[in-house]
């Protein structure tokens, strides 16, 4: 198993201290989960067990309890102050049940969800094909996975900007769209579907931009980061070679958002067959 490149602990720690300041700078987060609901009108679906995995702070496992008013709604995330924030959203006898786990171990049984949803939490995993192969073992087959995820060129900007102060690590890595959508294919998912979308927001300075980063958990979780702190020259540096991104006044902070989709095959539990050429068979 290759290393991974998330550091997991450190993106729950940061993810922990952020919780109560989450909600006031997750703009970003909240417009992409209104996108990504909005696909469920796309899709025929009646679920019994819905999974919001990598909730949050809730919002998104509220749209999904108004929504399926007649289904049981689980809400799942690795950092425990989220979730005591989701546990207190809506009223009493609508609230999700919370769970505090892992999201490539899942704590859930076997073929016991119908639709999994997760909104911009696939990317803090350390090993994604685990991630994947435990979506599938959880949904039942012809239960539905959708999900987004950041791209390689979300924050670009920043990436580039310390590229020119030093080559540490200063944003966390993201996956391709290609490969997330090999890693659906190899793990079993039957008819993936993979789109992305460039979205960019803007600010008057790098700092209220570190500032949004840091009030939303979305510190540098890289595994190969310096654990030493970033001293007020390089600071600056980055800062001046941010500024060569400006446009119009402001500062532009670009995300690639990756949206996927696919079905737990109706077979999934079936042994997988492997073709072998007949020429192979011939040597």
Same mark, same amino acid.
């Given at each position: 198993?290759?290393?991974?490149?998330?550091?997991?602990?450190?993106?729950?720690?940061?993810?922990?201290?952020?919780?109560?300041?989450?909600?006031?700078?997750?703009?970003?987060?909240?417009?992409?989960?209104?996108?990504?609901?909005?696909?469920?009108?796309?899709?025929?679906?009646?679920?019994?067990?819905?999974?919001?995995?990598?909730?949050?702070?809730?919002?998104?496992?509220?749209?999904?309890?108004?929504?399926?008013?007649?289904?049981?709604?689980?809400?799942?995330? =690795?950092?425990?102050?989220?979730?005591?924030? *989701?546990?207190?959203?809506?009223?009493?006898?609508?609230?999700?049940?919370?769970?505090?786990?892992?999201?490539?171990?899942?704590?859930?049984?076997?073929?016991?969800?119908?639709?999994?949803?997760? &909104?911009?939490? =696939?990317?803090?995993?350390?090993?994604?094909?685990?991630?994947?192969?435990?979506?599938?073992?959880?949904?039942?087959?012809?239960?539905?996975?959708?999900?987004?995820? =950041?791209?390689?060129?979300?924050?670009?900007?920043?990436?580039?900007?310390?590229?020119?102060?030093?080559?540490?690590?200063?944003?966390?890595?993201?996956?391709?769209?290609?490969?997330?959508?090999?890693?659906?294919?190899?793990?079993? =998912?039957?008819?993936?579907?993979?789109?992305?979308?460039?979205?960019?927001?803007?600010?008057?300075?790098?700092?209220?931009?570190?500032?949004?980063?840091?009030?939303?958990?979305?510190? &540098?979780?890289?595994?190969?980061?310096?654990?030493?702190?970033?001293?007020? *020259?390089?600071?600056?540096?980055?800062?001046?070679?941010?500024?060569?991104?400006?446009?119009?006044?402001?500062?532009?902070?670009?995300?690639?958002?990756?949206?996927?989709?696919?079905?737990?095959?109706? &077979?999934? &539990?079936?042994?997988?067959?492997?073709?072998?050429?007949?020429?192979?068979?011939?040597?």
């Amino acid at each position: 198993m290759s290393e991974p490149l998330i550091d997991k602990a450190q993106a729950c720690r940061a993810f922990s201290r952020a919780a109560p300041t989450y909600d006031e700078a997750a703009v970003l987060q909240r417009e992409v989960s209104r996108r990504l609901q909005s696909r469920l009108d796309l899709v025929r679906l009646e679920p019994e067990n819905i999974l919001d995995l990598g909730c949050g702070t809730g919002e998104q496992t509220q749209a999904l309890l108004r929504r399926y008013s007649r289904s049981r709604v689980l809400a799942l995330d =690795f950092a425990l102050p989220m979730l005591d924030i *989701a546990r207190r959203r809506g009223r009493w006898r609508r609230r999700p049940r919370c769970v505090c786990g892992d999201m490539e171990q899942l704590p859930l049984a076997d073929a016991s969800i119908d639709l999994l949803i997760s &909104n911009l939490a =696939f990317q803090w995993a350390a090993q994604p094909a685990q991630l994947y192969a435990e979506c599938l073992r959880v949904l039942r087959p012809g239960g539905l996975l959708m999900f987004t995820s =950041f791209g390689p060129d979300t924050l670009k900007e920043l990436r580039a900007a310390w590229r020119e102060v030093d080559r540490a690590p200063h944003v966390s890595p993201f996956m391709d769209m290609h490969d997330l959508g090999d890693i659906l294919v190899d793990t079993g =998912f039957a008819a993936p579907v993979m789109d992305v979308e460039q979205m960019v927001l803007t600010y008057a300075t790098v700092d209220d931009l570190m500032r949004d980063l840091k009030q939303i958990g979305a510190s &540098n979780a890289s595994s190969g980061r310096s654990r030493g702190l970033t001293g007020k *020259a390089r600071m600056q540096a980055m800062r001046d070679a941010y500024e060569s991104w400006r446009c119009e006044g402001v500062l532009p902070a670009s995300y690639e958002i990756v949206y996927g989709h696919a079905w737990a095959p109706e &077979n999934k &539990n079936a042994p997988r067959q492997v073709s072998i050429p007949l020429r192979q068979l011939a040597d």
